[in-house]
């Protein structure tokens, strides 16, 4: 069993930063890719980025590329988004997501595929 704890949402104007964090309990963090999805409102919730257990690989979503960064330590069995130029768009609940996956060099991105799940965080843009 994996717990999940997010911490870093709030409020951000548009073109602002936010780092989130997501600690996770039990052993052998690098065994787990993890994911970092998110859910406006009136929507489905969807993948922002996905990072591989080793930390090589990573996958972003269009919208959020070349402003969002997951990264990982898997010393502090911590993940990492650091999402810069927000748009009120980004504007969601985002949450961690945990999957045991034994190809240590690829990320999954359906949310299908994960087993444990984070609380969820704020995250709110305004324009």
């Known amino acids: 069993q994996v717990q999940l704890v997010e911490s870093g949402g709030g409020l951000a104007q548009a073109g602002g930063s936010l780092r989130l964090s997501c600690a996770a309990s039990g052993r052998t963090f690098s065994n787990y890719a993890m994911g970092w999805f998110r859910q406006a409102p009136g929507k489905e919730r969807a993948i922002a980025a996905s990072?591989?257990?080793?930390?090589?690989?990573?996958y972003y979503t269009d919208s959020v590329k070349g402003r969002f960064t997951i990264s990982r330590d898997n010393g502090k069995n911590t993940v990492y988004l650091q999402m810069n130029n927000l748009k009120a768009e980004d504007t969601a609940v985002y949450y961690c997501?945990?999957?045991?996956?034994?190809?240590?060099?690829?990320?999954?991105?359906?949310?299908?595929?994960?087993?444990?799940w984070g609380q969820g965080t704020q995250v709110t843009v305004s324009s």
């Open positions: 997501a945990a999957v045991s996956w034994p190809i240590r060099n690829s990320a999954p991105i359906s949310g299908k595929t994960y087993q444990y």
């Open positions: 990072i591989s257990g080793s930390g090589q690989i990573a």
